[in-house]
């Protein structure tokens, strides 16, 4: 699990609204802090934070792309604020990726009660085996990721 999560870069986490609805927020800044919790940064995320306040209920879906592969993790979160041993865990980490100028207002950490795996169909009704998957996924996504519109010579 902690090699899907390390892998993936962008997890979603879903948490409910005063009004009922569900609040789906995108992070990358999502951890396995041990073996019972994983862990996120809060760094603009009022509404995300404003639900854990009044419902700590919460699901992270993790996933990776080219796998096809990931998790979700649901729980209760607790929030952590700066100088807790798990902001100041999660912040070295965010300051090595990311480097300094990015908030860190509060660390969060689901106390993971349930882990469900997230398969693509590829694997049950394709026959698919993981490396042929990365193969074909990293060809269609990551095919000429890093072009430009500009010309080669820069003008437009």
């Known amino acids: 699990m902690r090699d899907i999560v390390d892998s993936a870069k962008l997890a979603f986490v879903a948490t409910v609204n005063l009004d009922g609805s569900p609040n789906l927020s995108p992070k990358a ?10 862990a996120f940064m809060d760094i603009a995320s009022p509404g995300t934070i404003a639900n854990l306040s009044v419902n700590p209920r919460i699901e992270i879906a993790v996933v990776d792309f080219l796998r096809r592969r990931g998790y979700r993790f649901s729980g209760t979160a607790e929030l952590h604020d700066p100088g807790s041993a798990v902001h100041t865990w999660l912040h070295q980490w965010l300051l090595g990726i990311n480097g300094p100028g990015y908030p860190a207002k509060q660390a969060v950490l689901l106390n993971v009660e349930r882990v469900r795996p997230i398969l693509s169909p590829a694997y049950t009704y394709g026959n698919a085996d993981e490396q042929t998957l990365v193969t074909q996924y990293t060809a269609t996504y990551l095919h000429d990721t890093h072009t430009t ?7 437009n």
Do not use: E, F, L, W
């Open 29 to 38: 800044s999502v951890r396995v802090y041990d073996d019972n919790h994983v």
């Open 149 to 155: 519109d500009q010309p080669a010579d820069g003008r």
